[in-house]
């Protein structure tokens, strides 16, 4: 479902424009510098509303948090919620999650965090689903080794889905859950995860780690059978 156009868009945005990097391919490699004594730069594949974003920032002020969303309705309310709270160490990029080589340089990103991806639930669109194989082949290079992807979501098959395709492509699964918050409220919730708390749903969550340099190879795409030859009259 597409999300409504927010009333007064870009006049929103243009106020919020001291959070937003808007030439990110120029601080590839450079994004730790734009936080004065930053320990680690991490990156957010879409932030939504910002609850995430906004609460992490503030539990950990040593760390610059570049979040990418490609929705613009939903990303100005994360930059107007950073703003208001006067969060130095977030950075907003208006762009999809498939630009991220052109973004950040071999190793530059610490944790990448994926909460509640669209599911993309036809098998037919499985590409598109940002645990697919080219995705994580992104966050790979992204990653030094040491470094993880921390993943979130409420939809069972496509964790378990996003479990194989983490172990295949070579990252290390760990804390692995399917009720993450069965015992009580765990970490930094999004503004989805709050609502399926209050409503009893499960999250699912894991950690992925990067433990060594290469990435197995990627799967090759099946190739299209060529439709059988009409018999001759």
Known sequence: MRMRNKKNLIPRMEKCAAVQVFDPARMKGRWASLLPGCRQVRAEMGCGKGAFTAGLAQAEPDVLLVALEKVPNAMVTAMERVCAEQIPNVRFIDTDVANLPDIFAPGEVSVVYINFPDPWPRKKEAKHRLTAPSFLAMYWDALPVGGRVEYKTDQPWLFDWSLEQF????????????????????GIMTNYEARFYEQGVPICRCVAVKTRAEHAPLPQPEKRRPAPAEAAP
């Open 167 to 186: 172990a295949a492509l070579g990252f290390e699964l760990r804390e692995v859950t399917r009720d993450l918050h069965a015992h009580g409220p765990v």
